[in-house]
């Protein structure tokens, strides 16, 4: 059973940083697609960064510049490192991993950016 815990979040004043962790067990080896997704309270989720195994990364509009998505096999994690934040960053951001068909979600953890 592959398990995705985020962890992270806070509340952090506009021009802050934060940084997430997405811990997957067993492993996140195999997985060609890591990303992390967020969705703002009455808003759908939206994808915000997105890695691909050999590939390159990608990036919303909305976040380029300022975040940055990486791994780290050995401690089988995937980080958001955000940076420059601002109100409208204000949102559960979740963590996904994809294989083929298979697609696993994290429970989410809160960011809060104060004006």
């Known amino acids: 059973q592959v398990r995705l815990v985020e962890s992270g979040g806070g509340l952090v004043q506009a021009g802050g940083s934060l940084r997430l962790s997405c811990e997957v067990s067993?492993?996140?080896?195999?997985?060609?697609?890591m990303g992390w997704y967020r969705q703002a309270p009455g808003k759908q989720r939206e994808v915000v960064a997105s890695l691909f195994t050999g590939g390159p990364k990608t990036y919303a509009d909305f976040v380029k510049g300022r975040f940055t998505i990486s791994r780290e096999l050995a401690e089988n994690t995937v980080y958001l490192q955000m940076n420059s934040l601002k109100s409208e960053d204000t949102a559960v951001y979740y963590c996904n991993l994809r294989w083929g068909d298979e697609e696993y979600w994290g429970q989410g953890t809160q960011v809060t950016v104060s004006s």
């Open positions: 067993p492993s996140i080896a195999g997985f060609n697609v």
